[in-house]
């Protein structure tokens, strides 16, 4: 069962910057593949903040230049609250880890599956003090 679909989470299948054609990739398969295991391991619906997104709109947000998003690789996770956040990262390493490439931010999580970039990491977004 596929818990990810335009219909469902059309914020997964569309860039924030709202034009229809701005070059923005879908979401890779593999994304999907993981988002629906996550889904599944996590028990309850995951809401997805942010998906692919177009180069003038991952600039305009402070996104990286070599964002997950610009590729369709990478998603961000409603989690509004530190009780969010443990429970998807509990999910998501319960058995053998879904996603290793993970960004936790006070309101979401960030998950990730571009494979050519370090794998097996976990940052914040959080300014450094």
Known sequence: MSYFTPETDPKLFRCGCGEAACGALPPSTE???RLDLLRYRYGKAIIVTS???????????????NSDHLTGEGADLAAADS?????????????HPIFRRLGVGREFLHVGV????????????YPKV
Do not use: E, H
């Open 51 to 65: 998906g692919p997104r177009c180069v003038a709109y991952n600039r305009a947000v402070g996104g990286a230049l």
């Open 31 to 33: 994304l999907l593949a």
């Open 83 to 95: 009780k969010s956040r443990y429970l998807l990262l509990a999910a998501n390493f319960g058995g």
């Open 114 to 125: 571009m494979r050519t970039k370090l794998q097996d990491i976990c940052w914040t977004y």
